[in-house]
């Protein structure tokens, strides 16, 4: 159990996400694809194809932070690549609006980092992390992420035009 920072706060939670778990999920995943300035989703997607692509199927795992009866975030981790590449993993994360800066993206990176690591994966990469996501790649490096290269103009934001996307690279030993 690892509890929110806020003072007075219910206790968050970590667990897997269970497929009646969807309603509350596509509340937090639907603002994140409709802004479009995180991820490469296209933004007309809908409840049934965010769900094939969020809940994921072993070997990988999806899991929901939860306080208080509350959905506050959302992560989807797994192996990378298959095959020769299985032994690195790879994840994704979701906030809900108000639940974001409360220590929820760094409980859920924190559980992820464990899950590779008890899972027998080498590291975990980030293949497509926006630059103008500040937040998160501030947050990433502060957990022991480096970018490894930034593929320049890779991403159309709406907000800044054409931005790069980071690939960000961690092993599970550190």
């Known amino acids: 159990m690892i509890t929110d920072p806020s003072p007075g706060a219910p206790p ?9 778990d969807w309603p509350a999920l596509w509340r937090i995943v ?10 490469t989703y296209p933004t007309d997607l809908t409840s049934d194809e965010a769900r094939d ?14 306080a208080g009866g ?19 993993g790879t994840a994704a994360f979701m906030v809900a609006p108000a639940a974001r800066g409360r220590g929820v993206a760094r409980a859920l990176a924190e559980h992820v980092i464990a899950w590779h690591r008890a899972e027998g ?3 975990i990469q980030f293949n497509a992390v926006v630059e103008t996501n500040t937040a998160a790649v501030r947050l990433w490096h502060s957990l022991g992420w480096r970018t490894v ?3 320049p103009g890779a991403f159309r934001s709406p907000a800044h035009g054409d931005v790069g996307l980071h690939v960000m690279f961690r092993s599970v030993d550190t």
């Not at 639907?30 to 991820?39: I, L």
């Not at 509350?70 to 690195?88: C, E």
């Open 149 to 151: 290269g930034t593929v």
């Open 121 to 123: 994966y080498r590291g």
């Open 30 to 39: 639907e603002p994140v694809v409709r802004e479009g300035e995180t991820y």
């Open 53 to 66: 692509l969020w809940l994921a199927a072993p070997p990988a795992r999806t899991v929901l932070a939860e």
């Open 12 to 20: 968050l939670t970590i667990r897997t996400a269970r497929p009646d």
């Open 70 to 88: 509350a959905v506050l975030g959302t992560a989807r981790m797994g192996p990378n690549k298959p095959g020769h590449g299985d032994h690195v």
